[in-house]
């Protein structure tokens, strides 16, 4: 079934839109939880709350690109039950790509308004239009899946040495880029 048949019965509120969903993105979503979550429990779970998510969220929203949707929503309710875990049991890639990546993008706890935070990401997805195929597949394996430097370099054939290079390069123009921006970092 397409996309928007999908969420067409969403619209409807037919059940049948969590079924088709999960056939159809069970498999993305599952990978992207695998990433960040270690335990298959907290995975399981954060795929049932995926689907109600979704079920929520849709409508009143109306995704373009549903498989992006549904990518989103999997990896911020993985990352909040990630916060929820306690230090010893949290992925050690998952800290390490997320620290790798705050020398960039701050993660300070201050009050941030709608505004600010749209602006943000519009500027990143604006960086990240603008990077050669391989920098941007590099640098999303690495901070949207959390793969490790090892599991990258299996995927796309690269040595470590470049993969970790490419990431280091792409991290500096990033911060650089949304200096420019006049974010703050």
């Known amino acids: ?108 706890e201050t009050v941030e308004s709608e505004l600010e935070n749209r602006r943000v990401e519009q500027a990143l997805s604006a960086f990240l239009r603008q990077l050669e195929e391989e920098k941007r597949t590099v640098f999303l394996l690495r901070y949207w899946y959390f793969y490790s430097v090892e599991d990258i370099c299996r995927r796309t054939g690269f040595g470590e040495s470049k993969v970790k290079s490419m990431l280091s390069r792409t991290r500096r123009a990033l911060r650089a880029f949304l200096e420019k921006e006049g974010i703050d970092l």
């Open 1 to 108: 079934m397409d996309d928007q048949s999908i969420i067409a019965l969403y619209w409807a509120r037919a059940e049948d839109a969590i079924r088709e969903t999960s056939g159809k993105y069970g498999g993305l979503c599952q990978a992207i939880t695998g990433r960040i979550l270690a335990s298959p429990e907290d995975r399981e779970e954060c795929l049932n709350d995926t689907w109600l998510g979704l079920w929520n969220a849709i409508p009143p929203q109306r995704p373009a690109r549903l498989s992006v949707f549904v990518g989103r929503v999997a990896r911020n309710l993985a990352l909040k039950r990630f916060d929820y875990l306690s230090a010893s049991r949290r992925r050690p890639e998952a800290v390490c790509s997320l620290e790798e990546l705050g020398e960039c993008v701050s993660g300070r």
